[in-house]
C-alpha cells in the first residue's frame, strides 16, 4: 500500500461527481443502507493509472517473443525498474501491492541470464504450494518462447531418483529454506555444479521471514552465499515482499548487503473500497457478538447475487467447508448445472486445485472459499469482491488477500469481517490501522546466541571454518570454541574442523528455537506407535501426566510423562471431558537495560529469569465447561532467560486509585491481556511469542496465567491482601524464547502506543464488564462486582497513560521527533 | 569465555536441550595443549610445517606411523604397505588370483584386460554423511602379478587429508573397476565430496563400480540375520575376527590421536581396514559363483542376475526347473508363476499341490482357479474355494467364489 494514498471517508459520505455507480458502488450503497451500523470503518484506494515502460533494449528476442504471446508489449514501470537494478547486479526487494505482476521482476532477468549463459537460479518460497505454482508459470514462459530453460521443484516430495537430473540438469532450481538448510547446504558438493553458475536467488514472500523463521533463514542465507564463495560465486539476490513498513530494512537484515528497494507500482488497478465490519452484538452483558461466519456469508450471497464475482477467505480448513456448504445450499441447489461455489483448500488434490484455479481464471466460478492457501502467489484471475471472514492477523495479510478482487478500470470491495477474537475487535475499531504506511515492522535477530550456534554448527559441518572468518557479519570464534570443547570441532593449522558423527541440520528446526521436541507414543493395545510430535516449550502445559490429549478430536490420556527421554505414553480413552493446566510464571529482573518513570507509573526493559511452573490441572466437561475436577502435576520447573518489557503504578497510586488488592489485581490482570493483543500485533508477532505475567516487581508473588490466584514465592496460594508488605503489581511482557528474539527493545520503543491502544480498544469495547476480546473472559460473578474488572483495567491503563500522555506532551513541546507518529521508531 | 559458555548451557537447557555432562576429564588437558598449539602454529605461519610439527597431537607423523607400522608419506599422512600371495589364507579361504580374475570379469567385463580392479574400503569419522564426514583411512588394494599388495593410508592430521586424496588418485590411476562393499551408497559418494573439497577430480567417478553388497543381499538377505561384511565373511569365507573393534568405536580411536595423542585404538583400526579390503578380493569368486548357480551355494534362488546368469525369464525358468527339488518355497511360487505364464499345466500343478499342503494359501488359489477356469472342474475347485474361504474368512474374494461355483453346480444339476 505504500504508492497508494488512501482516503477515509465518512461511512455515509456521497460523493458528488462519482462516476455512474458500477455494480460494485450499488453493493457498497446497500450495504452501506441496511447495516450501517455493522460497518465500523471504510477506506477508499482511488483508482490507479497505469505506468509503463518500454521493454529492455537488451531483452533476448526469445524472451520477448514469450512476452507478446502473453499480450505483454510493455511492462509496467517498476518491472522495468527491478530489471535494471538486478541486471546491473544491485540486490533488489521488490515491495508492491498483490497482484502487480511481481514475479515477472525476478523471472524476466533470470530467464534472461538463462538464455544469454546457462547461469543458474536458486528461488525460495515458504512453501511447497507456491513452489509449484511457480514451476508452472516458468514452464508456459518457457513454452510460450521456446526457450529451453529446465525449471524443478527441489523439496521433500522430489523422488530419490530425480533428485540428481534436479541437481545437474536444472537451470531454476524451486525449493524452500528448510530444504535448503536441511538438504543442499549439507550436500552442496553434490550440487557443485549448480552452485558453480548459480547467478541469481530469489526469495519471494520475503515478509513471512521475521520472528525465529526469519533469524534463522537469515543464517540459512548466511551459510548459502558462505559456501557460494566456496565455489567462487557471488549471485544477486532478488526478493520480493508485501507491503509491510520496512521492507528495506527486513532485506538488509536478511542479506547483510545493501538492497535496492522498488515500491512504486506502475501496474493499474481499479479503485477500491474496504468496509471494516463487526457482527452485531447480541448479548450485550457478556460482550457476545453474531458469528463472523454468519456476517461472511450473508455478505458474500448478496455480492454473488448482484452478479460479482467473489472470495472469501476463512483462517481454518473446517470453517471453508461450513461457508461454502451455506453458500452451495444458496446457489447450488441444481445438480445439473455446474457448481457456482468452489472450495480452495490444502488437504485437496493438486488436480483438484489446479481445475478449481483453472475455472476462476476462465470465469465460470461466481464465488471461492478459501483458506491462504489462495493468498499468495496462485494465478486466479481477478475478482471483484473479497470477504475475509476474520483477520488473519497482520495488515500486510490483510491487504495481501483483500489484493485479491480488483481489476484494472473496475472497482472493488474488501470487507473485513472481525471475529470475536481481541485482535480483530481492535483491528475494526481502529481503522487507522490500514492507513498510510503499514504499522508493521518485521524484525528478525540474526545473531540471536542459541540460533547463531545452531547454524555456526551447521556451517562448520559444511566447510571448515577458518580463523578470524566470520558467518555473515558475525564473529564466531567463541563460538566455535564452545564447539571444540564441546567435543564437535577440532582446530588445526588455523581451521576448525568438523570432527562429530552427526548431521547438525537436522537437528535444527528453523522454526522454533527448542532443541528437545516431545513425542507422544500411543501405548494402546501395548503398542509404541508415536502420533504426535510436541515442541519442547508446549510439553509441559499438555503432556502432564493425567492431561487429555485431543488428535482430531480423539481424546488420549497421558499415563506416563518421561521428561528426561523426551517421551509421553499415552492411551486412549473416552472421557467427556478435557483438561486445562494451571500454570504460573515468575519473573525476576536480572538487569534494567532502560526506565522511565513519570506521574506514578514506570517502565522498563531489561533481562529477566522465567521460571514457568505448571501446578496442576483442572477437569472441565465438555458443552457445559463445568469444573469437574483437579489433578495434581508435578514437573520439573522451566527456566530461561529471556528479555522483557514491563510497566507498573505506583503503590500511592494503586493505593488511592482502588479500594482493595483484590480490585487492583483484576485490573492489572485485565490490563495485561489488552495490552498483548496489541503488543503482538504492533510487533508483528504470533501471539505466543509474546508471554504476559502479572506479578511483584520484586517477584515476592505472581499469578496463575490469565487468573486471579495469587502464588507466593514457594508456588503456595497466598490471598493477595497479605502477599506483600508493599503492593506492587506488575505487567511483564516477555520475549517467549530463551535468549529472546529481539521484541523487547522495539517493544519498550512502542511503550506508550501500547498503553494508549490498549486503553483506547477496552473503551471501546461494546461489552459491559470485559470480555475476551478486551481483558479477557471474567467470571459470571465478576458482572455484579462493584467495580467491573473492565472499569478496573480501564483504571489501571489510565494512570498508565497519564504518564505516556504527559511523556508525548513534553517531546512535542521540546520539538523533538517522536511516538506521535503512532509510536513507531525505526531502528 | 567461560561465561559465554555458561550463558550458552543454561539457554540450551532452557530450550529444551539434552546437555552432556561436562566436559570429560580429558578435555581439561587438552584446550591447554591446543591453546599452545595455536600459538606455535601461528609462529610457524604459512611455511611447510615439516619436522617442527612433531610436538603437536594429531600431527607427529612419526610417532603415528611407529604405533600402526607404517611410513611417513608426507606431513600428516602415513602409508601402511602388507602384501598376500597367492595362495594365501584370508579365513578358510586361500587367495587365487586366477578365480578373482575371472569372477572380476563376469561381474564387469573386460574390467581384468583393461587395468584391473582396486578394492577399496574407508574408514571415516561417522556414518553421517555430507560435507562433514571424513575418510581418515583408506585401504586400497591391487593385484601385481599374482600378489595381493594392500596400501593403507591414514591422516594423523586434517592437513595430511589433501596428499592421502592425491594417493588414492595415484594408486587408482590405472584401474578400470572398484571393488567395494556398500561402496555404492556409502564410500563412493563420500570420496567424491572429499575429492570436490579439496578441488581434485574424482578418481573413482570413471570407474565400473562392482558393489558386493547388492548381490549378497539378493542371495542372503532371507537367509542371514544382516548383510554385513563380517556376516559375508564368516558364511563365505569361513573367517571369524578375533578381537576385531567393533564400527562405532572407529570415530573415537582416530578422535583420540587427533585430539590427545592416543594411537592405541589406531593399529586395531587399520587391521579392521586391512581385512575389510582383503575380504573384498576373497569375496569377488565365491559371490560371483553363487550368482551364476545360487542353488548349489545355498544362496536364494533368484539371486542370479549380474555377470554370468542372465536375467531373462527362460533363463530363469530354465534355471530353476533343473534344480526345482532343491528350491525353497519363495523359489517355487516363481517357478510356478513363470509355468503359468507358460501355460506350462504339468510344472505348476504338482508344485502349486505342495505348496497347498504346506499351507500356502497363494497356491490354494491358483490351483482353485486352475481347475475352476482351466481344466473346467467346478466339484474340485469348490472344494478348494471352501478350503480356501475358511482359512482366510477376511476376504469376500473367495466367499464370492465359493457362492459363484455354488450357483454353478445348481445351474448344472437342473440342466442334466
Known amino acids: 500500500m505504500s504508492s497508494a494514498e488512501p482516503v477515509i471517508l465518512d461511512a455515509h459520505d456521497e460523493r458528488a461527481g462519482a462516476p455512474p455507480a458500477s455494480a460494485v458502488d450499488r453493493l457498497v450503497a446497500r450495504l452501506r443502507r441496511r447495516h450501517g451500523a455493522r460497518i465500523t470503518g471504510e477506506l477508499t484506494v482511488p483508482a490507479r493509472p497505469p505506468e509503463t515502460a518500454a521493454l529492455p533494449p537488451d531483452l533476448d528476442p526469445r524472451l520477448a517473443a514469450a512476452l507478446a504471446a502473453r499480450g505483454v508489449e510493455r511492462l509496467w ?39 544469454e549463459s546457462r547461469a543458474k537460479a536458486l528461488y525460495l518460497f515458504p512453501t511447497k504450494a507456491l513452489s509449484q505454482d511457480q514451476v508452472a508459470e516458468l514452464i508456459e514462459l518457457d513454452q510460450a518462447g521456446n526457450l529451453g530453460v529446465r525449471a524443478f521443484t527441489f523439496d521433500g516430495d522430489t523422488p530419490g531418483d530425480a533428485r540428481k537430473a534436479v541437481r545437474t540438469r536444472g537451470d531454476i532450481v524451486v525449493s524452500n529454506p528448510d530444504m535448503l538448510h536441511q538438504g543442499i547446504l549439507p550436500h552442496h558438493t553434490k550440487w557443485a555444479q549448480f552452485f558453480e553458475s ?238 498510510g504506511a503499514s504499522p508493521e515492522h518485521a524484525r528478525i535477530d540474526p545473531d540471536q546466541l542459541l540460533i547463531l550456534l545452531d547454524h555456526v554448527r551447521c556451517a562448520a559441518f559444511e566447510l571448515p571454518f577458518r580463523d578470524g572468518e566470520r558467518l555473515g557479519r558475525a564473529a564466531v570464534h567463541e563460538l566455535l570454541t564452545y564447539l571444540t ?112 518513570h513519570r506521574a506514578g507509573a514506570g517502565t522498563a526493559h531489561g533481562e529477566v529469569h522465567l521460571v514457568r511452573r505448571v501446578a496442576g490441572y483442572k477437569k472441565i466437561r465438555y458443552y457445559t465447561h463445568e469444573n469437574v475436577g483437579y489433578g495434581n502435576v508435578n514437573l520439573p520447573d522451566q527456566e530461561m532467560h529471556t528479555t522483557a518489557v514491563w510497566w507498573r503504578l505506583d503503590p500511592e497510586v494503586i493505593e488511592t486509585a482502588f479500594p482493595s488488592r483484590a480490585e487492583a489485581l483484576d485490573g492489572f490482570l485485565g490490563a495485561a491481556h489488552a495490552m498483548h493483543t496489541v503488543a503482538t500485533l504492533l510487533t508483528m508477532s ?31 496460594t497466598i490471598d493477595p491482601a497479605v502477599a506483600s508488605a508493599v503492593f506492587r503489581p ?98 | 569465555m567461560s561465561a559465554l559458555k555458561g550463558r550458552l548451557d543454561a ?127 583408506v585401504g586400497l588394494a591391487r593385484f601385481e602379478g599374482d600378489t595381493l599388495v594392500v596400501h593403507q593410508l591414514l591422516i594423523g592430521a586434517f592437513a595430511g587429508e589433501r596428499r592421502l586424496l592425491e594417493e588414492v588418485a595415484a594408486l587408482t590411476g590405472a584401474a578400470s573397476a572398484v571393488v567395494t562393499y556398500n561402496g555404492k551408497s556409502f564410500d563412493a559418494p563420500l ?69 590427545h595423542g592416543d594411537a592405541t585404538r589406531l593399529r586395531r583400526v587399520v587391521s579392521h581396514n586391512r581385512l575389510d579390503v582383503l575380504s573384498l578380493a576373497a569375496l569377488l569368486a565365491p559371490v560371483e559363483a553363487c550368482l551364476r548357480d545360487p542353488v548349489r551355494h545355498g544362496a536364494c534362488a533368484l539371486a542370479g542376475g549380474t555377470g554370468a546368469m542372465p536375467r531373462d525369464e527362460d533363463a530363469l525358468y530354465r534355471y530353476l526347473l533343473d534344480r526345482r527339488a532343491d528350491l525353497d518355497d519363495r523359489a517355487l511360487h516363481e517357478l510356478g508363476r513363470l509355468a503359468r505364464r507358460r501355460r506350462d499345466w504339468a510344472v505348476a500343478v504338482p508344485l502349486w499341490q505342495a505348496l497347498a499342503e504346506r499351507g500356502s494359501a497363494e497356491a490354494l488359489e491358483r490351483l482353485a482357479k486352475y481347475h475352476e477356469h482351466v481344466a473346467r472342474e467346478p466339484s474340485v475347485a469348490l472344494g478348494l474355494a471352501e478350503r480356501l474361504a475358511a482359512a482366510l474368512p477376511r476376504d469376500a474374494r473367495h466367499h464370492a467364489r465359493v457362492a459363484r461355483l455354488l450357483r454353478r453346480r445348481a445351474r448344472d444339476a437342473d440342466e442334466t
Not at chain 1, 535496492?260 to 450485550?284: E, F, I, M, Q
Not at chain 1, 495488515?395 to 473496475?410: F, M
Not at chain 1, 504518564?803 to 517531546?811: K, L
Not at chain 2, 548381490?215 to 569361513?238: I, K, M, Y
Request: proline share 5%; with cysteine; charged share 25%.
Open chain 1, 77 to 115: 514501470s517498476h518491472q522495468r525498474e527491478a530489471w535494471d537494478h538486478v541486471r546491473a547486479g544491485r540486490h533488489t526487494v521488490i515491495a508492491t501491492p498483490t497482484a502487480s505482476g511481481k514475479s515477472l521482476c525476478y523471472n524476466l532477468p533470470v530467464l534472461q541470464a538463462v538464455v
Open chain 1, 485 to 596: 570443547e564441546e567435543g564437535l570441532l577440532h582446530h588445526e593449522a588455523g581451521q576448525w574442523h568438523w570432527t562429530a558423527d552427526s548431521y547438525p541440520a537436522n537437528a535444527v528446526s528453523l522454526r522454533s528455537v527448542a532443541e528437545g521436541n516431545f513425542v507422544v507414543v500411543d501405548a494402546t493395545d501395548g503398542g509404541k506407535r508415536v502420533i504426535a510430535e510436541v515442541d519442547y516449550s508446549g510439553a509441559a502445559m499438555t503432556l502432564y501426566e493425567g492431561a487429555i490429549y485431543l488428535i482430531q478430536a480423539r481424546p488420549y490420556q497421558v499415563e506416563h510423562l518421561d521428561w528426561e527421554g523426551r517421551k509421553a505414553y499415552v492411551r486412549e480413552t473416552a472421557a467427556d471431558y478435557y483438561t486445562d493446566a494451571i500454570d504460573y510464571t515468575r519473573l525476576k529482573v536480572l538487569d534494567q537495560f532502560a526506565a522511565e
Open chain 2, 191 to 259: 570420496l567424491a565430496t572429499r575429492f570436490r573439497l579439496a578441488g581434485l577430480s574424482d578418481p573413482l567417478a570413471g570407474l565400473t563400480h562392482v558393489d558386493l553388497v547388492h548381490p549378497v543381499r539378493r542371495a542372503w538377505s532371507r537367509r542371514w540375520p544382516d548383510c554385513r561384511l563380517q556376516t559375508a565373511e564368516r558364511a563365505l569365507l569361513g573367517l571369524e575376527r578375533v578381537g576385531d573393534m567393533p564400527g562405532y568405536e572407529v570415530p573415537e580411536a582416530w578422535l583420540a590421536w587427533l585430539r
Open chain 1, 198 to 435: 548459480l547467478r541469481y536467488v530469489v526469495i519471494d514472500e520475503l515478509h513471512t521471514y521475521r520472528g525465529v523463521f526469519g533469524s534463522h533463514v537469515a543464517n540459512v542465507l548466511r551459510r548459502l552465499r558462505r559456501v557460494c564463495r566456496f565455489y567462487g560465486v557471488d549471485p544477486v539476490f532478488v526478493t520480493c515482499s508485501a507491503t509491510i513498513a520496512n521492507p528495506g530494512e527486513l532485506a538488509e537484515r536478511l542479506l547483510e548487503s545493501e538492497v535496492r528497494v522498488v515500491d512504486r507500482s506502475g501496474a493499474p488497478s481499479g479503485g477500491r473500497t474496504l468496509l471494516l465490519w463487526n457482527p452485531p452484538v447480541v448479548n450485550r452483558e457478556l460482550g457476545i457478538r453474531a458469528s463472523a461466519r454468519s456476517q461472511s456469508t450473508r455478505i458474500a450471497r448478496l455480492a454473488v447475487k448482484s452478479g460479482l464475482k467473489t472470495i472469501v477467505f476463512a483462517q481454518t480448513r473446517i470453517m471453508v467447508e461450513v461457508i461454502t456448504k451455506y453458500l452451495k445450499d444458496a446457489f447450488d441447489s441444481d445438480p445439473r448445472r455446474p457448481p457456482r461455489v468452489r472450495a480452495y483448500r490444502g488437504g485437496y488434490l493438486p488436480t483438484e486445485r489446479r481445475d478449481t484455479e483453472q475455472r476462476l481464471r476462465a470465469g465460470g466460478v461466481d464465488c471461492v472459499v478459501a483458506t491462504s492457501a489462495l493468498e499468495l502467489g496462485v494465478d486466479i484471475g481477478a475478482l471483484d469482491v473479497c470477504v475475509l471472514n476474520g483477520f488473519p492477523g497482520t495488515v500486510a495479510g490483510t491487504w495481501q488477500r483483500l489484493g485479491r478482487a480488483g481489476r484494472r478500470n473496475r472497482p472493488a470491495l474488501g470487507v473485513l469481517v472481525a471475529s470475536s477474537q481481541p485482535l480483530d475487535q481492535f483491528i475494526v475499531r481502529n481503522p487507522d490501522f490500514f492507513l
Open chain 1, 730 to 827: 506488575t505487567v511483564y511482557l516477555y520475549d517467549n524464547y530463551p535468549g529472546g528474539i529481539g521484541l523487547a527493545a522495539p517493544l519498550y520503543r512502542l511503550r506508550h502506543r501500547v498503553v494508549a491502544a490498549s486503553l483506547e480498544m477496552v473503551r471501546a469495547c461494546g461489552c459491559a464488564s470485559g470480555c475476551p476480546a478486551c481483558i479477557g473472559p471474567i467470571l459470571a460473578s465478576e458482572e455484579t462486582a462493584r467495580r467491573t474488572p473492565k472499569q478496573a483495567a480501564v483504571v489501571v491503563l489510565e494512570h498508565l497513560d497519564a504518564a505516556a500522555a504527559r511523556e508525548a506532551g513534553e517531546a512535542a513541546r521540546a520539538g523533538a521527533a517522536t511516538v506521535a507518529d503512532r509510536g513507531v521508531i525505526d531502528e
Open chain 2, 11 to 137: 539457554l540450551r537447557r532452557a530450550s529444551g536441550a539434552v546437555t552432556a555432562a561436562p566436559p570429560v576429564a580429558a578435555a581439561t588437558t587438552a584446550p591447554v595443549a591446543e591453546s599452545g598449539l595455536s600459538r606455535l602454529r601461528a609462529r610457524i605461519g604459512e611455511s611447510r610445517v615439516g619436522a617442527a610439527s612433531a610436538t603437536r597431537h594429531g600431527g607427529d607423523t612419526a610417532a603415528l606411523a611407529a604405533a600402526v607400522g607404517g611410513q611417513v608419506v608426507d606431513d600428516g599422512l602415513v602409508l601402511v604397505e602388507s602384501r598376500l600371495e597367492a595362495g594365501g589364507r584370508h579365513g578358510r579361504a586361500r587367495l587365487r588370483p586366477e578365480a578373482c580374475r575371472e569372477a572380476l570379469d563376469s561381474l564387469a567385463p573386460g574390467a581384468t584386460s583393461s587395468g584391473g580392479a582396486v578394492f577399496v574400503d574407508t574408514e571415516t569419522t561417522g556414518l553421517a554423511g555430507g560435507t562433514g564426514t571424513v575418510a581418515f583411512l
Open chain 1, 686 to 716: 504470533e501471539p505466543r511469542d509474546l508471554g504476559r505475567s502479572v506479578g511483584d516487581s520484586d517477584a515476592a508473588w505472581f499469578t496463575e496465567n490469565g487468573r486471579a490466584t495469587v502464588r507466593g514465592a514457594a508456588g503456595e
